[in-house]
């Protein structure tokens, strides 16, 4: 579980609780409303489709950047990795190998949004764990 945290970032995100009581997890619950609203939103693309539209590659690259930079802000590093995973298939970038066709972005984001929901499901869990409540 400990490799889903950057424990670096966190443990900054931790000290400002001595300020604010609660601003950690209030952070945390705020990212966990925009993941589920984001993977809705890639969703709603992706529904009963084939093959995107290159506006809808782009939307989807949009998401994928948008999701990347709160994980990361927050040291989720398996979301994060899973999101930029997502951010440049949509940009039709083969940028880390791991499509086995160069030109299955598609495949790619339906792999790379499971991934991410996957590790968002471990997260939410450790997250309910560490704050001894439902997140």
């Given at each position: 579980?400990?490799?889903?945290?950057?424990?670096?970032?966190?443990?900054?995100?931790?000290?400002?609780?001595?300020?604010?009581?609660?601003?950690?997890?209030?952070?945390?619950?705020?990212?966990?409303?925009?993941?589920?609203?984001?993977?809705?939103?890639?969703?709603?693309?992706?529904?009963?489709k084939?093959?995107?539209?290159?506006?809808?590659?782009?939307?989807?690259?949009?998401?994928g950047?948008?999701?990347?930079?709160?994980?990361?802000?927050?040291?989720?590093?398996?979301i994060?990795?899973?999101?930029?995973?997502?951010?440049?298939?949509?940009?039709?970038?083969?940028?880390?190998g791991?499509?086995?066709?160069?030109?299955?972005?598609?495949?790619?984001?339906?792999?790379?949004?499971?991934?991410?929901?996957?590790?968002?499901?471990?997260?939410?869990?450790?997250?309910?764990?560490?704050?001894?409540?439902?997140?």
């Open positions: 579980m400990t490799d889903l945290i950057n424990w670096n970032i966190f443990n900054e995100l931790l000290t400002m609780d001595e300020d604010e009581d609660g601003f950690s997890k209030s952070l945390i619950q705020t990212f966990i409303d925009q993941a589920q609203q984001t993977f809705t939103n890639i969703d709603e693309i992706l529904i009963n084939s093959q995107l539209t290159d506006e809808e590659l782009n939307k989807i690259s949009q998401y950047h948008y999701l990347k930079g709160s994980a990361a802000s927050l040291g989720l590093i398996k994060q990795e899973q999101c930029e995973r997502i951010q440049n298939y949509g940009l039709k970038k083969n940028f880390d791991l499509l086995s066709n160069d030109s299955d972005f598609l495949g790619g984001i339906i792999e790379a949004l499971q991934n991410a929901r996957d590790e968002f499901k471990n997260s939410r869990k450790f997250f309910s764990d560490y704050y001894k409540e439902v997140l």
